[in-house]
T-cell receptor
Framework: GENVEQHPSTLSVQEGDSAVIKCTYS??????FPWYKQELGKRPQLIID?????GEKKDQRIAVTLNKTAKHFSLHITETQPEDSAVYFC???????????FGAGTTVTVRA | GAVVSQHPSRVICKSGTSVKIECRSL??????MFWYRQFPKQSLMLMAT?????????EQGVEKDKFLINHASLTLSTLTVTSAHPEDSSFYIC???????????????FGPGTRLTVT
């Protein structure tokens, strides 16, 4: 099955700085890569996703890049704010079953 | 966006009893529903996949006789934890994908989760 690795496990940044989280996946058949933000006790919330026919996608302060050859994808948050503090998960899935394989998560703390 | 509800949000039960958790898609047809378990400070682990009208497919290591899944309609899936034990205490989250959802065929919509505590 698919194996998704995520780094770092924790990330502390100063407000206004950028945060970068990186993930790698093992199965070249994966073609959908979402990123989720989860606050304590809440459901995962989709913040951005990318499909394998696109190399980069941006939505305001959030961007995701995908390198299919190297099988890795990254989340970039610019101008971080305290409300960006949460656990972030990357995931990967394939069209034939749509099952999501999650990374281990990154706890992001934005220091005011 | 599409809405998925889950009930109950919290449940406490005694060891040996069974608990049923409901997952509903409120405004789209959920062709596929997924059930995840999340232990504290850990990631979401897929337990099973259910397609409407067919038997659920369980991930390796998940006991199908212990975690009964029914997906009887395009808007409802249930997870029953049978003979619950303290080690089953966890956060159970469902998700759904399907036709008519605004995000298209790929996006999964998550329920708010059910906190199960077995005493």
């Amino acid at each position: 099955g698919e194996n998704v690795e995520q780094h770092p496990s924790t990330l502390s940044v100063q407000e206004g700085d950028s945060a970068v989280i990186k993930c790698t996946y093992s199965d070249s058949a994966s073609n959908y890569f979402p990123w989720y933000k989860q606050e304590l006790g809440k459901r995962p919330q989709l913040i951005i996703d990318i499909r394998s026919n696109v190399g980069e996608k941006k939505d305001q302060r959030i961007a995701v890049t995908l390198n299919k050859t190297a099988k890795h994808f990254s989340l970039h948050i610019t101008e971080t704010q305290p409300e960006d503090s949460a656990v972030y998960f990357c995931a990967a899935s394939m069209t034939y079953d749509y099952k999501l394989s999650f990374g281990a998560g990154t706890t992001v703390t934005v220091r005011a | 966006g599409a809405v998925v509800s889950q009930h109950p949000s919290r449940v406490i039960c005694k060891s040996g009893t069974s608990v049923k958790i409901e997952c509903r898609s409120l405004d789209f047809q959920a062709t596929t529903m997924f059930w995840y378990r999340q232990f504290p400070k850990q990631s979401l682990m897929l337990m099973a996949t259910s397609n409407e009208g067919s038997k659920a497919t369980y991930e390796q290591g998940v006991e199908k006789d212990k975690f009964l899944i029914n997906h009887a309609s395009l808007t409802l899936s249930t997870l029953t934890v049978t003979s619950a034990h303290p080690e089953d205490s966890s956060f159970y989250i469902c998700s759904a994908r399907g036709t008519g959802a605004p995000g298209g065929i790929y996006e999964q919509y998550f329920g708010p989760g059910t906190r199960l505590t077995v005493t």
